[in-house]
């Protein structure tokens, strides 16, 4: 069972560019400590979480349509 939830897990992590991902989220994290307002930490968790979520959605989105284009018209 665990095997076959780290493969998953893997095979996730290749398909959404986790490093690029990392360094989107990072980079909103960074904007959101350094805005002039009182620091909220569950406004930076939503933030976080969210910009984390979209990233990782658009990722996967240019990796199905990168794979389906490249099988059709290659």
Same mark, same amino acid.
Request: aromatic share 10%.
């Given at each position: 069972?665990? #095997?076959?939830?780290?493969? +998953?897990?893997?095979? @996730?992590?290749?398909? %959404?560019?986790? !490093? #690029?991902?990392?360094? +989107?989220? #990072? $980079?909103?994290?960074? /904007?959101?400590?350094?805005? *002039?307002?009182? &620091?909220? *930490? !569950? /406004? &930076? $968790?939503?933030? $976080? %979480?969210?910009? /984390? %979520?979209? =990233?990782? =959605?658009? @990722?996967? !989105?240019?990796? +199905? =349509? $990168?794979?389906? #284009?490249?099988? @059709?018209?290659?």
């Amino acid at each position: 069972m665990f #095997l076959m939830f780290r493969h +998953v897990v893997t095979c @996730n992590m290749d398909f %959404l560019c986790y !490093i #690029l991902l990392g360094l +989107v989220v #990072l $980079t909103a994290m960074a /904007g959101y400590a350094m805005a *002039p307002a009182a &620091f909220d *930490p !569950i /406004g &930076f $968790t939503m933030v $976080t %979480l969210g910009t /984390g %979520l979209t =990233s990782a =959605s658009a @990722n996967a !989105i240019n990796q +199905v =349509s $990168t794979h389906f #284009l490249e099988t @059709n018209h290659g």
